[in-house]
C-alpha cells in the first residue's frame, strides 16, 4: 500500500523545503513538490505541519540493573514511551555481566529486547573487562551488527584502567570502530564522597557536590590524550559543562576526531534541583554527571549552536520514586539516571528552535542525522529520503501543552520536566510505514526490528 503525507514541511540537517513525501512499504518511495497521487493511495494531510526524520535516542537504558534494584522502563515500556516522543530508533547498551564475555551480554540485551520492542533498536556493546578473549570477541561484534562500544572511567564493577583503554581503543582503531565514554575521575569521587560522610553529610546535595564539574573535565582531558596515543576518534557521552568542552577544542585543534553527546537534562535544568526541600523530589535528579550550573548549560546552547556537539540523547534511565528513595539516608545509594526518552524532541523543539538558540536543521541533525551517520544506520535511517526507512515525526507547531507525568506512559510515574510549558507537539508517528503514534496516543501496531549497523560516516 502507498501512503502519500501531502503539504507538509520537510526537515532535512540542511535546512526545510515544502514537499510531499510518498511512502510504500516500509521505504520512502519519493520526496517532491506536487506528487501525483497513485491510485489507491491513502493521503494523509500534512498542512502546516513539520515532518521530521524519525528521531534517534542513541543512549537508553532499560531493564537494566543498579543499585539494588532494575530500571522501571523495560523494553516494552520504554519503545512505547520512545514512540510517543517521536524516536523510532533506540540504542541501547547490552551489558555483559563482570568478567563475562561480550556474547554473553548480547546474548541477554536480545533476550530482554526481541519481540518485546516496539521502536527499532539496536545495541552498543560495554567493554567492563579487558584480555585476550575480549579483543578476540571484537570481530564476532561486528558480525553480529555492533559496530559501537561503551567504556566507564569510574564506577568499579565497570571501569576500565587507563591502560586497558588504550589497547581497547587501538584494536577498535583496527576494525574502524567507534567508542562512547563516560568521562569522571572516580578516584578523587570516591575521595570526596568519603570526605561528606566523615563530616556526618548525606543529603541529595552531596552528588553534584563530589562529582564537580572540573573532575569530568579531567577525565575528559585524560581520555582524550589516551585517544591520541591509540589514534583513534572517541564519543564524549553526556557531555555536562563547559570545562570539558574546552578539553574536547583543545583535542580538535590538534587534529583528533572527538565526537559530543549531551542531553536535555543539562540543557534544561540546574544544580539548584539537588537543593529542594523535599529528600524524594531532589532525589529524582540524581544522575551521573550531576546536572551543572547555568553557566554550563549556556555553554551547551551555544556548542550545540556552532555544530560542536554532534547529538542529543537522554540518558533514559528511569526509576520511580520509591527506587530513588532506597537512597534515604545515604547519596550514594540513590539510583542513578533520570526518565526522557519520551519528552526530548518536543523539549528540544520549544527551548531550543522556538527560542532561536538552535534551527530546524540543527534540530534534525542532533536527533536524527547525527546519530544515523555516527552509528552506522545512514541512510536507511535519519533522513526522509527515497529509500530511506518510512520513519516519520509530523510536529504540529500549534499544539501546545504543558509536560505532566500523569500524560505520559513511562512507568517511571514522574518527569524531570513536570510543568515545563511545551510549544507544538507531536501529531503522527510512523515506524517504517505504520502508525505508531496517533494524536499522542499508540496504536499498538508498530513492532520493532533490530538494525544492524555499520561503520561510522559522520
Keep these: 500500500m502507498k501512503i502519500l503525507f501531502r503539504g507538509g514541511t520537510v526537515v532535512s540537517g540542511k535546512g526545510t523545503k515544502k514537499a510531499d513525501v510518498l511512502v510504500e512499504g516500509e521505504k520512502i518511495l519519493r520526496v517532491g513538490r506536487s506528487l501525483p497521487l497513485p491510485d489507491g493511495a491513502e493521503v494523509i494531510d500534512a498542512s502546516g505541519l513539520l515532518l521530521l526524520p524519525g528521531f534517534i535516542d542513541a543512549h537508553t537504558h532499560f531493564d537494566l540493573d543498579v543499585a539494588g534494584t532494575t530500571t522501571c522502563d523495560d523494553f516494552e515500556s520504554g519503545s512505547r514511551a520512545a514512540l510517543r516522543g517521536g524516536t523510532t530508533t533506540v540504542i541501547d547498551f547490552a551489558a555483559p555481566d563482570k568478567g563475562e564475555t561480550l556474547a554473553s551480554g548480547l546474548r541477554k540485551w536480545h533476550e530482554k529486547a526481541d519481540g518485546r520492542c516496539q521502536c527499532d533498536y539496536s545495541f552498543h556493546m560495554t567493554i567492563d573487562t579487558w584480555n585476550s578473549g575480549i579483543a578476540r570477541e571484537i570481530d564476532d561484534m561486528y558480525a553480529a551488527g555492533i559496530s559501537s562500544f561503551k567504556m566507564y572511567m569510574t564506577y568499579p564493577a565497570m571501569m576500565l584502567s587507563d591502560g586497558e583503554i588504550y589497547e581497547a581503543l587501538c584494536k577498535l582503531r583496527q576494525k574502524g570502530g567507534i567508542c562512547g565514554v563516560h568521562c569522571e575521575n572516580s578516584g578523587v569521587i570516591d575521595a570526596l564522597v568519603a570526605d ?13 557536590r563530589t562529582r564537580p564539574a572540573y573532575l569530568e573535565a579531567e577525565a575528559v582531558s585524560r581520555l582524550l590524550r589516551i585517544a591520541q596515543a591509540a589514534d583513534t576518534p572517541v564519543v564524549i557521552v553526556h557531555l555536562t559543562n563547559r570545562e570539558a568542552l574546552l578539553e574536547v577544542e583543545n583535542a580538535r585543534k590538534r587534529g583528533q576526531r572527538v565526537y559530543v553527546e549531551t542531553c536535555p537534562q543539562y540543557l534544561l535544568l540546574d544544580e539548584s534541583v539537588y537543593d529542594l526541600p523535599d529528600y524524594s523530589q531532589a532525589a529524582g535528579y540524581v544522575c551521573a554527571p550531576p546536572i551543572r550550573a547555568e553557566a554550563d548549560r549556556n555553554a551547551l546552547w551555544a556548542a550545540l549552536r556552532r555544530g560542536e556537539i554532534q547529538t542529543v540523547s537522554t540518558d533514559h534511565c528511569a526509576f520511580t520514586p520509591a527506587q530513588k528513595d532506597l537512597g534515604r539516608g545515604d547519596f550514594t545509594k540513590i539510583p542513578g539516571g533520570l526518565p526522557g526518552v519520551e519528552t526530548r524532541g518536543e523539549l528540544l523543539y ?41 520513519d516519520l515525526v509530523l510536529y504540529d507547531p500549534a499544539a501546545d501543552h504543558t509536560v505532566r507525568a500523569c500524560d505520559l506512559v513511562s512507568r517511571a510515574q514522574y518527569t524531570p520536566y513536570e510543568g515545563l510549558a511545551v510549544r507544538g507537539g507531536i501529531r503522527q508517528v510512523w515506524l517504517r510505514g505504520v502508525k505508531a503514534v496517533d494524536g499522542g496516543v499508540l496504536t499498538g501496531a508498530a513492532q520493532g526490528v533490530f538494525i544492524p549497523r555499520g561503520k561510522n560516516t559522520l
Design 196 to 208: 561528606c560522610k566523615a563530616r556526618g553529610e548525606n543529603s541529595v546535595g552531596c552528588h553534584p
Design 350 to 390: 520549544t527551548y531550543g528552535v522556538t527560542t532561536r538558540k538552535i534551527s530546524l536543521a540543527a534540530m534534525c541533525r542532533v536527533l536524527a542525522e547525527n546519530p544515523a551517520k555516527l552509528y552506522g544506520m545512514y541512510p536507511r535511517k535519519g533522513v526522509i529520503a527515497a529509500g530511506a526507512d518510512a
